[in-house]
């Protein structure tokens, strides 16, 4: 599994980790959270492209982000992109988390965001996806506060 970092390029999901727990230690009195979340955008009914995002975020004081781009057959439902997008967010959180937990200099609040709103066709699977991220463990977050999702994955899927 790798990422992209727009200061370090391609690196692996080890590097990752070993990046976020550096840069939570240059500040540990600050506050963090830990951010997933997964855009996809689909292409002339051939394929479908899918970027999870993961940001490190320290409250009130910028962040960092990494981001992983996939390409799969088109999909033509939006339910299964949906909770396609759901499943790479959960699947990243799961493995971050299972580092994060064999570290203890690294506590990071973890947030699912999920491109999913009151408003449009997603409406209609709110309740299934926050389900099955807050089933999993953790925080859900849909728009317009799911920045992680919507805006910053979101910016790579084209």
């Known amino acids: ?25 240059e500040h540990p009195d600050d506050n963090y959270k830990l951010i997933i979340g997964t855009d996809s955008h689909s292409f002339l009914n051939e394929s479908v492209v899918f970027v999870t995002a993961v940001v490190v975020h ?3 004081k ?23 997008e759901t499943f790479l967010s959960l699947e990243v959180a799961t493995r971050l988390t299972e580092q994060l937990a064999q570290n203890s200099d690294c506590r990071l609040n973890v947030e699912i965001h ?18 099955m991220v807050i ?4 925080e859900a977050r849909i728009k317009p506060y799911s920045y992680g999702a919507t805006t910053v994955a979101d910016r790579f899927t084209k």
């Open 135 to 138: 089933g999993s463990g953790y």
């Open 62 to 84: 910028g962040g960092r982000f990494y981001y992983q781009k996939q390409k799969t057959r088109y999909m033509e439902s939006l339910r299964q992109r949906i909770y396609y």
């Open 1 to 25: 599994m790798y990422f992209t970092s727009p200061s370090m390029g391609q690196i692996s999901l080890q590097e990752l980790f070993e990046n976020l727990v550096t840069y939570t230690n």
């Open 114 to 131: 999920l491109d999913v709103g009151e408003k449009g066709e997603t409406r209609n699977v709110i309740k299934e996806v926050v389900g």
């Open 58 to 60: 320290r409250i009130g």
